[in-house]
């Protein structure tokens, strides 16, 4: 599962999603575009994805138990 929301969270890199304060509802329809080429063993909800407080959270489905998934995107230091 770890992989899946490794390549998800590269998913919502590459959208924007970690440096806005809010999702867009434009942001979420490409992330499951996106997403839905991905072989991931779980099913992610993808109007669940909100920002707060510098956290991502998501529902994700896996084996008919649902998980609530939320974590910190790293900091990347720029000291070049």
Same mark, same amino acid.
């Given at each position: 599962?770890?992989?899946?929301?490794?390549?998800?969270?590269?998913?919502?890199?590459?959208?924007? =999603?970690?440096?806005?304060?809010?999702?867009?509802?434009?942001?979420?329809? &490409?992330? #499951?575009?996106? +997403? !839905?080429?991905? /072989?991931?063993?779980?099913?992610?909800?993808?109007?669940?994805?909100? =920002?707060?407080?510098?956290?991502?959270?998501?529902?994700?489905?896996?084996? &008919?138990? #649902?998980?609530? +998934? !939320?974590?910190? /995107?790293?900091?990347?230091?720029?000291?070049?």
């Amino acid at each position: 599962m770890l992989e899946g929301i490794n390549h998800l969270a590269k998913i919502m890199q590459a959208e924007g =999603i970690f440096k806005s304060s809010k999702i867009t509802d434009v942001q979420r329809k &490409k992330v #499951k575009e996106r +997403v !839905s080429s991905l /072989p991931l063993n779980f099913y992610l909800y993808h109007n669940s994805l909100d =920002i707060w407080q510098g956290k991502v959270y998501f529902l994700i489905e896996k084996e &008919k138990e #649902k998980k609530l +998934v !939320s974590f910190a /995107p790293r900091k990347d230091n720029d000291d070049g």
